[in-house]
């Protein structure tokens, strides 16, 4: 037998759960743009962690998602969005995504969970829309591997189909209502931001989303 | 079929080992597409452009004839062929002759060609023998007889004969667009730089990424995303397999009555057929001004699921391509009860989803 063995010793579940990375504290933690950074803990999306994106159809969850990528992605790094099948490339621009760094895997189906995996490993951020509701076991494996590589998982899910896991960090979506002059002028939406840790208090939040340049902004 | 310009150069047409060729063309493409923007890249040595529109701005055919051959010749330094007919076969036969063919009459003009101009010798002295001598007489022959005697790809050649398709299969080089990419430096290979402890930069883990995905789901599963000039969000985003070459068009040029941010956050990539009724349960009709006659109230869907409509903007009509292959749409976004909102478009009449404010 070897002196060492590359496997690693079985931990008991409850301790492999709060452990992390040797890593910095600024290296830990993935840029957030407006007006997101004022309203999480520590300011960024801090690497390993999932984030659950809960909104009723049509009532700006995609749009939420998509904006959390948009300052991370300004510094270089790179995204992926698994299972948006119809993504409007324009809209993505306008948030502020920068688009050569951005990857799409529209259409994974029943594979959704496995290509969310093999993306992982390139990419420092990824939005995952599961095309039906999430397994348990899925999105388990899903985020004990985000945990272990170092990335930002982003789920979006509706009311009616939960992430079946507690989230790091959620935003909520309870209100969306549309601002209109002769035409579609900006969207306030009232965002619940909660999660576990420092970030368990859940605190209410009005922000616009998207604004008259298509962008994320405080109210 | 499109009256066109073509632009043959001799010396272009035959690759220099040094790469020239190559360049001189690429340089060429680019003066010309900033005379006229729908300049294609034939093959090597042949440019095409619809010339309706161009000679409406320039004020005539003669002038952008003069202006084109000043470019060719201020750029490459060689002269060239110029010919206008309708559709691509017959203008590039009109560059090689250097003829201007009237408008109407680019029927007779392909019919007096001799059968050689089509490019397959068996055909030429088959066709001989039974005493036909022109594309006119070969293009009188029923299609089911020429199917008899020969294969697919002369029966191909009978429709360009008839007028039926507009260009030979083998007037284009389909790989030259991805050689004036890669000339343009657009997808050159880069040199791995390996971290301390051999960690890969993050384009390079991207990519092993991406191949994962591919080996695991197809090779178009991993699309990338761009930008380009248009006035809709439809048409400014372009979605391609990632690998494949992307065109550095730029998003940057003027689009008067461009529809402004926000844009939806789900733009339909194949758009969905709904109906719009006003009070009284109608199709709402547009007049001929592109106003509504009644305003919509209900959106029904194919599955008859009906949203009624709370708040609408629009409908914004647009007519593109006026000089050419002409295209009228009008763009309408709608707020519905359930407080999503959704773009429309109409088109030949109908109404169409293309977009959700998601």
Known sequence: MFAFSTKRPTLPTDLVATLRPIALAGSRLLPLGEPWNALVPAGGLRRGSTVVVQAPPGSGGLSLALSLLTEASAKGHWAGVVGVDDPGVVAIAELGVDLRRVLFVPRPGAAWAESAADLLDGVDLLVVRPPSRAGYAAARRLMDRVRERGTVLICLAEPNAPWPLPADLSFTITQAQWATSSRLDARYLTVSVGGRGEAARASEHLVVLPNRKGRAAAR | ????????????????????????????????????????????????????????????????????????????????????????????????????????????????????????????????????????????????????????????????????????????????????????????????????????????????????????LGPEAVVVAALRGGRVPEDRATLVPWGSPVSEARDDAPWPGQLRAPSPATTLHARVSVQLRDADDQPVRMGSRGLFRTSPRTLLFKNLVRRDVVWHAGPWPSVERWWGLSRRRAHLQLVLASGEAVLLVAESGRWWLVGIYD
């Open chain 2, 1 to 216: 079929m499109e009256r066109l310009l073509a632009i043959y150069i001799e010396a272009l047409c035959e690759e220099a080992p040094d790469g020239s060729t190559l360049r001189d063309y690429l340089a060429l493409l680019d003066a010309l597409s900033v005379l006229c923007p729908f300049t294609e890249s034939v093959r090597l040595g042949l440019y095409v452009l619809p010339i309706r529109g161009p000679s409406r701005f320039y004020g005539g055919e003669g002038a952008v004839l003069e202006a084109v051959a000043a470019t060719a010749h201020e750029v490459v330094g060689h002269e060239a062929s110029l010919g206008i007919a309708d559709g691509l076969f017959c203008a590039e036969l009109a560059a090689r002759e250097r003829l201007l063919v009237p408008p109407g009459s680019t029927t007779s003009f392909r019919r007096a060609q001799p059968l050689r101009v089509l490019g397959r010798e068996d055909l030429v002295s088959t066709c001989r023998r039974l005493g036909l001598h022109t594309v006119g007489s070969f293009a009188d022959l029923e299609s089911a007889r020429v199917a008899e005697r020969f294969n697919k790809h002369a029966l191909a050649l009978h429709r360009v004969a008839r007028g039926e398709l507009s260009e030979l299969a083998t007037q284009r080089d389909l790989k030259l667009a991805r050689r004036l990419g890669q000339l343009r430096g657009e997808s050159e290979p880069q040199d791995e730089q390996m971290g301390f402890f051999g960690q890969r930069s993050g384009d390079l883990r991207a990519h092993a990424a991406v191949h994962r995905v591919r080996g695991r």
